[in-house]
């Protein structure tokens, strides 16, 4: 059964700082969709980055950055120069395509405070 | 375009009643997924919808949940004589089928509590 492991059910970072969000993820698919969610408190879950699993480049969407490792099936979250608006649980997610659609298979979230 | 909205956003009901939510999906969008997250733990895949067609439901959905997408526009999520293991955040998510660049847009979710 393929799965989504977050180590740290908690992180905490101070505002300003760099912090890395860890998630491995078991498949035996080599073709696959990797994503980063976050559900702010009370709020819908936003899409913050997606890797395609062919691609060797690691995706970056301004602050946000993965380290993919498909070898180790690593797929760390690295959020630079954080921010109060950062503090959410994130979530991370992984597509299994079912007749044609994206099935996300998710880990137990980590989540992140942000200190002022 | 308004983003994926869900009704009603929490309820509150005794078990062994009937309840329903629904998802209005982003227009234009042909593809719609039910999920459900329990406290402290993510998302879990219950079914999903091409258009009006059902394409796939988890194991999840037991013979007590129905979902259905009429005209391929809204989706009702059915949960019949509720269980106390019912009580979750029932999200919806919608996306437009493309070639790479699908994305799932989520709804805020309808927290349901059985009593």
């Known amino acids: 059964a393929q799965t989504v492991t977050q180590s740290q059910p908690e992180m905490s970072v101070q505002e300003a700082e760099t912090v890395t969000l860890s998630c491995t993820y078991d498949?035996?698919?080599?073709?696959?969709?990797l994503f980063w969610y976050k559900q702010p408190p009370s709020r819908q879950m936003i899409l913050v980055i997606r890797?395609?699993?062919?691609?060797?480049q690691n995706a970056t969407e301004n602050r946000f950055s993965v380290n993919f490792q498909k070898a180790a099936k690593s797929f760390s979250l690295k959020i630079s120069d954080s921010q109060l608006g950062d503090a959410a649980m994130y979530f991370c997610?992984?597509?299994?395509?079912?007749?044609?659609?994206?099935?996300?298979?998710f880990g137990q979230g980590t989540r992140l405070t942000i200190n002022p | 375009d308004t983003g994926v909205s869900q009704d009603p956003r929490h309820k509150i009901t005794k078990r062994g009643q009937n309840v329903t939510f629904r998802c209005d999906p982003i227009?234009?969008?042909?593809?719609l997924y039910w999920y459900r997250q329990t406290l402290g733990q993510g998302p879990e895949f219950l079914t999903y919808?091409?258009?009006?067609?059902?394409?796939?439901k988890s194991r999840l959905l037991s013979d007590r949940f129905s979902a259905e997408r009429p005209k391929g526009s809204f989706s009702t999520l059915e949960i019949q004589r509720t269980e106390q293991g019912d009580s979750a955040m029932y999200l919806c998510?919608?996306?437009?089928?493309?070639?790479?660049?699908?994305?799932?847009?989520f709804g805020p979710g309808t927290r349901l509590l059985v009593l």
């Open positions: 227009s234009e969008h042909n593809r």
């Open positions: 890797q395609e699993a062919y691609k060797q």
């Open positions: 498949t035996s698919e080599s073709d696959y969709y």
């Open positions: 997610a992984y597509t299994l395509i079912i007749q044609g659609a994206q099935k996300l298979v």
């Open positions: 998510a919608s996306s437009l089928a493309l070639a790479a660049q699908e994305t799932q847009y």
């Open positions: 919808f091409q258009n009006e067609a059902q394409l796939e």
